[in-house]
């Protein structure tokens, strides 16, 4: 049987995190969280005796007697069931005080469920019960930024870049944080190293023009923020950073042109948000599935439409009628090798839908794949015979 690193599984619930900008805060968000989960505290989780992980290593596999609990863990972080998998962790927390793994798993779901102090306080523990993983913590920065304290995280990104000088994702937060304390040029300098290991990085791109324009270098902040918008052409701020440069430039069209997109993707930004939060806690929500690829459609970031509706099929991968939309979605983006995929798929689960096969027969009609046309076809003549 193959082994696996449950440190590694563990770790790699951080990287779906990794990508988020960061924003201040003045409190928790614990919008619509379960109330089974709002009740309990990290602060619950019992103490281990000094030294009793002194030995711990990342690659070590779990105790046998925890070795299920940890697999429940990995298997509900990976479908999406945050609340599930910190339930879990409690138990597993219980049975075995300060198991490191499970500390920094339940800091990254707490810091993916919005729960920014208590994130803090796992990954806290973590590092006291194992203090040369500092590395894996660059969470813990993320968490004292978005809960305003930046003195605090700059000094904690420097030491996640004192182990790895190439995170791009510290490099990020701690030019936003040296950003957030004054420190303009160091923070457009650290935002510099981001670009350079990460050219397509859209986040630090825009904060560079923000600080160029905070410092009326308009002319700069305008190529900047072009380059951000051209990187991320669906980030509202991007839109509302630019109608400001146009407008502090006198290039007042150009400057309506942007604001009116910003004013388009903010308000769609606002009802995304809103429905991702709403899987956080439940990802078994079709009409939230719904939502979030009609959402992405009207702002025609077909990237993430796609995104969601892959998501939205692993709930239920036999779903023809989810496999029919996935293969609009497609032809939608002009994604031909998706869509072909996505009619294999229903090849394979069509059955006696007639739906399914007339859907099929026009595809293939369009890609004048006469042969697959007419095996279609047959199926449509078929079925209606049957009638």
Same mark, same amino acid.
């Given at each position: ?115 920014? #102090? $208590?994130?803090?306080? %796992? *990954?806290?523990? @973590?590092?006291? !019960?194992?203090?040369? =993983?500092?590395?894996?913590?660059? &969470? /813990? ?6 809960? #305003? $304290?930046?003195?605090? %995280? *700059?000094?904690? @990104?420097?030491? !996640?870049?004192?182990? =790895?000088?190439?995170?791009?994702? &510290? /490099? ?216």
């Amino acid at each position: 049987m193959r082994r696996v690193n449950f440190l590694a599984a563990f770790l790699l619930a951080a990287t779906a995190s990794s990508g988020q900008a960061l924003q201040p805060a003045q409190a928790d968000e614990t919008e619509a969280l379960p109330p089974s989960v709002l009740e309990r505290q990290p602060t619950e989780w019992p103490a281990s005796q000094p030294g009793a992980w002194r030995d711990w290593k990342a690659e070590d596999q779990p105790p046998p007697e925890l070795a299920a609990l940890v697999q429940q863990v990995v298997a509900a972080s990976g479908a999406g069931d945050l609340p599930r998998a910190l339930e879990v962790l409690f138990v597993l927390l219980e049975a075995a005080p300060d198991y490191p793994s499970a500390l920094h798993q339940a800091g990254i779901i707490y810091f993916r469920l919005r729960r920014y #102090g $208590d994130a803090a306080v %796992a *990954l806290e523990r @973590y590092l006291a !019960v194992v203090p040369g =993983r500092v590395v894996d913590t660059r &969470a /813990l920065g993320h968490c004292y930024y978005t809960l #305003g $304290d930046y003195e605090k %995280a *700059l000094a904690h @990104y420097a030491l !996640v870049l004192a182990q =790895r000088p190439e995170s791009v994702e &510290a /490099l990020r937060g701690k030019g936003l944080a040296e950003m957030r304390l004054g420190q303009t040029s160091a923070a457009l300098t650290t935002l510099a190293r981001v670009l350079k290991l990460d050219p397509r990085h859209a986040n630090a791109q825009t904060w560079i023009a923000q600080i160029l324009f905070d410092e009326e270098r308009a002319p700069e902040a305008l190529k900047a923020a072009q380059r951000g918008r051209d990187l991320d052409p669906f980030e509202p701020r991007a839109w509302f950073l630019l109608s400001q440069i146009h407008y502090d430039l006198g290039q007042n069209e150009e400057g309506d042109g942007a604001r009116k997109r910003f004013d388009e993707l903010s308000l769609i930004a606002q009802e995304l948000r809103a429905a991702e939060a709403r899987l956080l806690y439940d990802p078994r929500q079709p009409a939230v599935y719904a939502e979030l690829v009609a959402l992405n459609r009207r702002a025609g970031n077909g990237v993430r439409a796609r995104h969601w509706m892959v998501r939205w099929i692993q709930t239920a991968p036999q779903d023809v009628d989810l496999r029919l939309q996935a293969l609009d979605l497609a032809l939608w983006m002009g994604d031909d090798p998706g869509a072909a995929a996505c009619a294999e798929a229903l090849w394979t689960l069509a059955g006696d839908s007639l739906a399914v096969w007339q859907r099929l027969a026009r595809y293939h009609a369009g890609r004048r794949d006469r042969i697959k046309q007419v095996a279609a076809e047959e199926q449509v003549a078929r079925l209606k015979a049957q009638r």
